[in-house]
């Protein structure tokens, strides 16, 4: 007997999935229930028994202190509202593209649109959907139904995911032809299409067709009509134990299982008829069985993505178990768009952490393997001293944790930096490059250091400094700490201070009042002391000194206006631009005699004065009131009569 066996046979990956989320969760210490079978399956439903997860048909039965299953097919939208009035811890295994149809629906049917079903009206896929709508929705079965509806304007029509690819495109192509304003979805499931269509492709080459599956399963039944109008010979079973004597007669028998088959079942039905099996037989079964039983966790394998959810991504590895690896073994991007990152057909290369024949799947990790990838760099970069690059992701007890390739790399507190951090939290998110300085195996411990890597770059950029630096040269510098007496930057390899009186052409009292930490600034240098590692740096320029423009704008006679700034019991300052001050002594402030400036002037008063004398070497300017108020006096004293 020879044996043709459907490749994609047994689970989709939206039924490996909700066995995934029910296996995890019976690991937790809350009861768990499932709402109605998770999957039409009663072998695989019993088997979820035996680890503790039971089933409920009334959301009222659920006991207290227990966790809920919302099953594959989905529930309407009044158990959700039971649930969340309920405040019932649940999760929800209803496969993600039920879930889009959901929504197509409540988006569509919110705009306003008639909304009709294609699929079986008493399936609890169909019937979740109808809620969505709030059970407004036309139900049709099949095409005859479908035609002879009347007025299809402003409609959405979707179909049950597992419903007839044929009948689906009739229905679509007389929407087209015939009806106007009408949206069609394709909603049918890619798996379900690929798996009817290789059921016919095998039914047209077979003796005899074997359909293992539930009796009640929707998709079970598709494949089962469809393969019966090929193969007249078609048996539809559940187990190997109802497999019909004459199909043991035949030459070519065809297998195909539906989606809610666990691999376990389709191999015992293959090795009941097989008993007598040929040479490229049994080779096809020992392929069966490396594909459930020889992988092992720990394998690296390589495969093709043929599905996408916003939480896994499921990939053909070439085993009768696909591949599934949750979002967080594929990326470390907070809540990723998975269809930006990745493509159904792309190639991608995983690490097996779980194999589960039971459910029939592979647990990958995409992230596990960039880390044995990296550690194993980490290992080689402790022998060869190189310098690597990663990103701090965290700070723990004692220092930071840096991320290369995947894998994690401890550095101490005091090998962060050249200098002390008081938070470590500002390096979170910072590049880093740094150098293994420990690999401890034995506590699969790698320790790094940063430091290391920073004095090197320092000693080199010193070196070059002192080869290049003169007097009056100009560097690009990093404000790096302040201090009471100035600022000290840091102009590649070596830190200059800036002494407060540098900084600024005005009096100020502390540097932060020009600069901050962490600024870059332009600076001169004005001395060096190559032997004490010394160099004094300017930052004000000579060419913004205000006495210069002073020396342009100002001669002795000039009258001008001035702001009184100070005073003092010898005269007042009065400002002629931003630093540049005159005095006004007290002989110049009034033609009669005055015993104190202040009797006459006050802070902030604006004056005008006539400039007496300058010396600009000095910096002073002298200014007199008086001398413009004699003229006045001595012009009104020749005014009057003799």
């Not at 004056?607 to 007199?624: G, Q």
Request: glycine content about 6%; overall charge negative.
């Amino acid at each position: 007997m020879q044996i043709l066996l459907a490749d994609n046979a047994g689970f989709c990956f939206g039924v490996k999935r909700a066995l995934d989320i029910a296996y995890n969760a019976a690991e937790g210490k809350n009861k768990v229930f499932t709402l109605g079978p998770l999957i039409h399956n009663e072998l695989v439903i019993e088997q979820l028994k035996g680890i503790g997860i039971n089933q409920i048909d009334d959301i009222n039965d659920l006991p207290l202190n227990s966790s809920l299953i919302i099953r594959t097919h989905g529930v309407t939208k009044d158990i959700y509202k039971k649930i969340a009035k309920s405040n019932i811890a649940y999760i929800d295994a209803t496969c993600p593209f039920v879930k889009k149809i959901h929504k197509i629906v409540d988006e569509y049917y919110t705009k306003g649109y008639k909304i009709i079903i294609v699929g079986d009206k008493d399936h609890p896929e169909v019937m979740g959907i109808n809620s969505i709508c709030n059970y407004d929705a036309v139900i049709v079965q099949n095409f005859h139904q479908f035609e002879n509806l009347g007025g299809l304007d402003n409609t959405c029509l979707v179909a049950q995911t597992t419903f007839s690819k044929d009948e689906w495109d009739k229905i679509k192509t007389f929407a087209s032809d015939t009806c106007k304003g009408v949206v069609v979805f394709d909603t049918i499931c890619n798996a379900t299409y690929q798996r009817q269509t290789q059921a016919e492709e095998i039914a047209q080459q077979v003796d005899a067709m074997i359909v293992i599956g539930a009796r009640h399963s929707s998709n079970t039944k598709q494949l089962f009509e469809k393969c019966k109008k090929i193969c007249k010979d078609t048996f539809l079973v559940e187990t190997a134990s109802q497999l019909p004597k004459s199909v043991f007669d035949k030459c070519i028998v065809g297998i195909t299982a539906g989606a809610s088959t666990p691999q376990w079942i389709i191999k015992e039905v293959i090795s009941i008829m097989s008993e007598e099996k040929t040479t490229q037989e049994l080779s096809f079964a020992e392929q069966v069985d490396q594909s459930l039983i020889d992988l092992k966790t720990g394998d690296i394998v390589k495969g093709t993505v043929i599905g996408i959810t916003p939480t896994e991504i499921y990939v053909d590895i070439g085993f009768k178990a696909d591949g599934v690896i949750p979002v967080d073994q594929f990326t470390d991007v907070p809540n990723p768009d998975l269809d930006q990152l990745v493509k159904i057909g792309d190639e991608i290369e995983a690490f097996v952490y779980r194999v589960s024949d039971v459910e029939g799947t592979v647990g990958l990790s995409v992230k596990k393997l960039k880390t044995i990838a990296g550690r194993k760099k980490l290992e080689e970069a402790a022998n060869t001293k190189e310098v690597l690059t990663g990103k701090v992701v965290e700070t723990v007890n004692g220092g930071i944790i840096v991320l290369y390739s995947g894998a994690r790399v401890f550095i101490p507190a005091s090998l962060a930096s050249l200098r002390y951090v008081q938070d470590l939290n500002t390096l979170v998110g910072q590049e880093v490059s740094f150098r293994i300085i420990e690999n401890n195996q034995r506590r699969r411990k790698i320790i790094g250091s940063i430091k290391a890597v920073l004095a090197e770059e320092n000693t080199k950029k010193k070196a070059e400094f002192w080869e290049n630096a003169e007097e009056g040269k100009e560097y690009k510098g990093v404000v790096k700490s302040l201090t009471d007496f100035g600022a000290f930057v840091d102009i590649g390899g070596i830190d200059g201070l800036v002494h407060i009186s540098e900084l600024s052409w005005s009096r100020i009292k502390h540097p932060s009042e020009v600069i901050n930490v962490g600024d870059e600034i332009s600076v001169f240098i004005i001395s060096l002391d190559k032997e004490k590692n010394k160099v004094s740096l300017g930052y004000k320029r000579k060419m913004d000194d205000p006495w210069l423009k002073a020396q342009e704008m100002y001669n002795i006679g000039d009258v001008v206006q001035a702001k009184i700034v100070r005073i003092v019991a010898f005269g007042a300052f009065a400002q002629l631009l931003p630093t540049v001050d005159g005095l006004i002594h007290i002989s110049q402030i009034s033609t009669e005699r005055i015993a104190k400036p202040s009797s006459v002037l006050s802070v902030g008063q604006e004056v005008t004065a006539k400039i007496t004398n300058i010396d600009w070497e000095n910096k002073k300017i002298s200014l007199s009131i008086r001398a413009l108020l004699e003229p006045e006096e001595a012009a009104e004293q020749s005014e009057q009569p003799e």
